[in-house]
């Protein structure tokens, strides 16, 4: 079975700063990526994906995440963050054989001080 | 389209109670899922569902009973509420499964006491 290892728990940073959030998955064969968000008081919502193609994805509000095969990695990245970005993130891994059940990392809890 | 909606948000529950937990999707999509959060936790698979009539046993399926009698509907059946069963959780569903991404409903914050 597959799993997901998100390394930071808590990430504290100052407007305009930039953002690396890693995420490690372990399964050998073909995934399907994806980056959650969850704003206060809001529902989980896609902010980017990862199924074939570019390594590269971008997603939504200047968010973009690398897929690194060799490294099974999906880190997420942001140049510059806004206050508006405190939310918690969370990475999700899928595989084709399974029924699309996500498995998810921990979560990271992004905290940006304005 | 309201997507994916849960009732209740909260609730209250003593030891030995049940209840059920519902979830309703109008994307017509096939694949279903419930799963639970614990504070500092990630989503955990209770059940989840790939067409109406069709269930499967998640990741933490003990303690919980599902149903899917039509495609908008998967509600998820707490028997015998114990304190491990506190835990926010998350209904969401999906076109396809893989490459199609999970829509969320805004939660049910249980506290089993």
């Known amino acids: 079975a597959q799993s997901v290892s998100q390394h930071n728990h808590h990430v504290i940073l100052s407007e305009a700063a930039s953002l690396e959030l890693g995420c490690n998955y372990s399964?050998?064969?073909?995934?399907?990526l994806f980056w959650y968000v969850q704003y206060p008081g809001q529902h989980l919502q896609l902010l980017l994906k990862?199924?074939?193609?570019?390594?590269l994805v971008k997603g939504i509000k200047g968010f973009e995440a690398e897929f690194i095969k060799s490294k099974f990695s999906f880190n997420l990245r942001k140049p510059s963050v806004q206050w508006s970005d405190t939310a918690e993130y969370f990475c999700?891994?899928?595989?084709?054989?399974?029924?699309?059940?996500?498995?998810f990392g921990d979560g990271t809890t992004l905290t940006v001080k304005p | 389209n309201a997507g994916v909606t849960q009732t209740p948000k909260f609730r209250i529950l003593k030891i030995g109670q049940s209840m059920t937990l519902q979830c309703t999707q109008d994307?017509?999509?096939?694949?279903m899922y419930w799963y639970r959060q614990d504070p500092g936790m990630g989503l955990k698979l209770i059940y989840y569902?790939?067409?109406?009539?069709?269930?499967d046993k998640g990741e933490v399926p003990n303690g919980y009973n599902v149903s899917r009698s039509t495609t908008e509907d998967f509600p998820l059946r707490l028997e015998l509420a114990a304190p491990s069963q506190t835990s926010v959780y998350f209904c969401?569903?999906?076109?396809?499964?893989?490459?199609?991404?999970?829509?969320f409903g805004p939660g049910t914050r249980l506290t089993v006491t």
């Open positions: 399964y050998g064969g073909t995934v399907n």
């Open positions: 994307m017509n999509h096939n694949y």
């Open positions: 990862y199924f074939s193609g570019d390594p």
């Open positions: 569902s790939v067409g109406a009539g069709i269930t």
């Open positions: 969401a569903s999906s076109y396809l499964a893989t490459t199609y991404e999970q829509y």
């Open positions: 999700a891994v899928n595989v084709d054989t399974n029924a699309g059940k996500s498995t």
